[in-house]
C-alpha cells in the first residue's frame, strides 16, 4: 500500500534541465526524510539529494549548484529540479523514504519507487 511514483525523466542535451517529481502515498510523508537517488550502469546506487521533513537539504558534492530538491508535505510531493545537466548524469533517478533520523543513503530508504530514467546527450 505504499507506494512512490516518480515521473518528469526524459532525454536532455547537456545544459539541459529537467524536473522530477514523485507522488507519495501509504506514509505519514510529512514524518519521512525524502531522497533523490540514482544508479548508472555499471554503477552502485547514490545519494543525489535529501530532504528532511523540516526542509533541511543535503546534496552530493557532483550536484551541487546544479540541483534542488523540494518538497510539499500537503501534497506529499517531493521533486528534483535538475540544471545544467551533464552526460554524467544519466542514470535511472529513484525516489526514496527513510525513517527520520537514519543517515542519508540507499541503505538506510525504506521505499522506493520505481525509478525514472535520465539521459543526457547530444
Known amino acids: 500500500q505504499v507506494q512512490l511514483v516518480e515521473v518528469g525523466g526524459g532525454m536532455v542535451q547537456p545544459g539541459g534541465s529537467l524536473r522530477l517529481s514523485c507522488a507519495v502515498s501509504?506514509?505519514?510523508?510529512?514524518?519521512?526524510?525524502m531522497g533523490w537517488y540514482r544508479q548508472a550502469p555499471g554503477k552502485q546506487r547514490e545519494l543525489v539529494a535529501g530532504?528532511?521533513?523540516?526542509?533541511?537539504?543535503k546534496y552530493a558534492d557532483s550536484v551541487k549548484g546544479r540541483f534542488t530538491i523540494s518538497r510539499d508535505n500537503a501534497k506529499n510531493m517531493v521533486y528534483l529540479q535538475m540544471n545544467s545537466l551533464k552526460a554524467e548524469d544519466t542514470a535511472v533517478y529513484y525516489c526514496?523514504?527513510?525513517?527520520?533520523?537514519?543517515?542519508?543513503?540507499?541503505?538506510?530508504?525504506?521505499?522506493w519507487g520505481q525509478g525514472t530514467q535520465v539521459t543526457v546527450s547530444s
Open positions: 501509504g506514509i505519514i510523508f510529512r514524518l519521512f526524510p
Open positions: 530532504i528532511t521533513s523540516s526542509g533541511a537539504t
Open positions: 526514496g523514504a527513510q525513517p527520520p533520523f537514519t543517515t542519508w543513503g540507499p541503505t538506510a530508504v525504506t521505499y
